[in-house]
């Protein structure tokens, strides 16, 4: 589930739509939490739809460790790429701002911890990099971790209106992490390799 606080509208021809925030959401708030409501699809059922389903998948999920497509059934399946993203995913089911989001700014992923199938050329931002590949997650992933880490403190600090999607095994896990008493799982745990045939980490 994507945060209260944002809207769906439209960013421009080339990109289409986008998720923009409506109100002020602080750096440390959980912008997104997989939730009941989002299916999960396998690698075989996928093969088994006919090719308007499965454009429909490879358009809008992203897959997890176990190489399942994520659909999520809100506008969280609407939020865009950018290598500069506000939002970092992490090894809990959950998404972060890094940083503080405006009001009227889009909250953007970075797609390169998504397992996407196929290496794409994203809008030039003025990075180095240009280009998502499928192993960006093995190569970037300390210096996700890095950015992760500096705003995980602030978690219970703000206001967090997702809360409640978080299992209480998590929120205690989270609590440790910030206490110092459990050492912070490493986004990596999310790594799908697309090269394995077993379909498993």
């Not at 989002?38 to 490879?58: H, N």
């Not at 995980?152 to 008493?181: A, T």
Request: glycine share 6%; net charge negative; charged share 25%.
């Amino acid at each position: 589930m994507i945060h209260p606080n944002t809207e769906l509208k439209f960013i421009s021809k080339e990109i289409g739509y986008g998720v923009v925030a409506t109100d002020f959401i602080p750096a440390g708030t959980i912008t997104w939490a997989l939730d009941k409501l989002d299916r999960e699809f396998s690698p075989s059922e996928f093969q088994q739809m006919e090719p308007i389903y499965q454009q429909i998948l490879d358009t809008y999920t992203y897959r997890n460790n176990k190489g399942n497509f994520v659909l999520c059934w809100d506008n969280g399946r609407f939020v865009n790429h950018s290598f500069n993203s506000n939002c970092l995913s992490t090894a809990y089911d959950f998404e972060i701002a890094i940083r503080d989001i405006q009001p009227g700014e889009q909250l953007t992923d970075d797609y390169g911890y998504l397992n996407i199938p196929y290496p794409f050329r994203a809008s030039d931002e003025g990075t180095k990099r240009k280009v998502v590949y499928p192993d960006d997650l093995v190569k970037y992933y300390k210096v996700w971790d890095g950015k992760v880490k500096k705003v995980f403190h602030c978690i219970p600090r703000v206001e967090q209106p997702l809360r409640e999607l978080i299992p209480n095994d998590i929120w205690e896990k989270v609590l440790s992490i910030i206490e110092g008493r459990s050492e912070m799982d490493s986004i990596l745990k999310n790594y799908y390799d697309g090269q394995r045939d077993n379909g498993h980490n």
